[in-house]
């Protein structure tokens, strides 16, 4: 097997097993949400089929695209399958936003009320510092089709240490290195979603100093874990 081949079978093995991880943490119901990986030195990605059940995913139905979210054509057989009707904006994620290797969209309940709302989840938790190193941002309509969402998502993270943004009357969209890195940022968006939710029930949420959240998110990124 070619190092290519190689790369993309162990791409679709894991994006199939992260699938399991959003509905682990009930970040997405029926057959919303998804999650895709580049493939590393190549203008291609894998993600997940439209409207396949989770339980029914394998990775041999896992999707190969190009960057532009046409399905490639290659020695990994592609499956006679629709790749998401997100692909277009992960692609253009990917064109756009070099460092990104992962990216996850879920219509998980809290994040997406924020989301309906139109507004940021203010950073007033360590957590959110630590993840997101200050607010997660409100990114702007946009219809699913093509690239737009794509567009707003690149937009509003450009310039932003945060690795989610709610996409307004939509839902969330995270970004990572990798895969992994991408559903870990979904399931702390949910997370810090419901939490602040839950504070502003009980009162105002007291705000961290920004010079505290630059603090926190340099030691979690560069000097917390092993």
Known sequence: MSELLETISNLRKEVCALHAELT????????????????????LMVIKPSGVAYDDLVPDSVVVTDLYGTP???????????PSSDT???????RHMPQVGGVVHTHS???????????????VLTMMA?????????????LIGDDSIGQGIVETLRGSNSSAVLMRNHGPFTIGKDAKAAV???????????TVHVSRQLGD??????????????????????
């Not at 682990?24 to 203008?43: C, F, I």
């Not at 920004?210 to 092993?226: C, H, K, T």
Request: charged share 20%; glycine share 10%.
């Open 88 to 94: 277009a904006a992960h692609a253009y994620v990917y």
């Open 205 to 226: 949420p007291l705000p961290i100093d920004p010079e505290q959240i630059a603090s926190l998110y340099d030691r979690y990124q560069n000097v917390y874990g092993q």
């Open 72 to 82: 490639a054509d290659g020695d990994w057989g592609n499956p006679p399958l629709s």
């Open 184 to 194: 870990k940022a979904a399931v702390m968006c949910e997370e810090v979603a419901r």
């Open 130 to 142: 630590d993840e997101f190193g200050g607010e997660i941002p409100v990114g702007p309509f946009a």
């Open 24 to 43: 682990r943490y009930e970040l997405v119901v029926w057959t919303a949400g998804n999650v895709s990986a580049r493939v590393p030195g190549e203008d």
């Open 109 to 123: 309940m809290y994040a997406t009320a924020w989301a309906a709302r139109g507004e940021p989840v203010p950073c």
